[in-house]
């Protein structure tokens, strides 16, 4: 990723569909047996853990003109909702919701509403930064209640709507549940998912993140 970065290249669009082994051997390790049976069931590992990125079709030079949206739904990073403008962070917001993706077995973020994608932001992250709201373009605007705070859940679409946010943990919690207590990996989401990109790290600072060297 900081490869593309240092061309001034955004991919825009990381998720897990667009993330590919190099190699597609693997080994077999025995798992548990079935109850019913002396059949052992097994597992496929990987022989190697090399990855590669594919489909650049909406690969950007940060010197382009950038469209308005970018970034599959579940992946998609405030600023493009907020239409704030987007650059390189957007790609390290969408690697934030992949990790955790990968931790929990489910899309972090699974709304297809903008409304509903921001309330569950903050039910998982906290509050919207004021800053934020208060630039958000005129198209953003309808989801706040005076400019101040999110328009939630008075301005949600349905009872199913509010009920799929509040079923939603905090961060840390989210991720305790799954591979248990990693103040490391907790500490990496939150600085992947900082609302204001211009806080969040660069692919470089990312990889030098002291939960990549724990497990190195």
């Given at each position: ?112 509403e ?11 992250l ?29 301005g ?48 470089r600072?990312a ?10």
């Amino acid at each position: 990723m900081y490869n593309m970065h240092d061309l001034h290249l955004i991919h825009t669009d990381l998720k897990p569909e667009n993330i590919l082994l190099v190699s597609s051997e693997y080994i077999k390790l025995p798992g548990c047996k079935r109850v019913s049976s002396d059949e052992t069931q097994f597992r496929c590992l990987p022989k190697s853990s090399a990855i590669k990125l594919i489909d650049f079709g909406s690969t950007a030079f940060d010197n382009e003109n950038h469209s308005s949206i970018v970034s599959t739904r579940h992946y998609r990073a405030p600023e493009v909702i907020l239409g704030l403008g987007w650059s390189y962070p957007c790609d390290l917001w969408s690697i934030g919701c992949i990790l955790v993706e990968l931790c929990s077995g489910k899309a972090l973020f699974q709304t297809h509403e903008n409304l509903e994608h921001l309330a569950m932001m903050e039910r998982v992250l906290g509050p919207i930064p004021g800053h934020m709201i208060q630039s958000a373009d005129q198209n953003a605007e309808k989801y706040f209640k005076r400019g101040l705070r999110l328009n939630w859940p008075e301005g949600a679409v349905s009872r199913e709507s509010i009920r799929a946010v509040k079923k939603l943990d905090r961060l840390k919690d989210m991720v305790s549940q799954h591979v248990g207590f990693s103040r490391l990996l907790t500490d990496l989401l939150y600085d992947l998912l900082k609302y204001d990109p211009s806080e969040r790290p660069t692919a470089r600072q990312a990889l030098d993140h002291s939960f990549f060297k724990s497990i190195a």
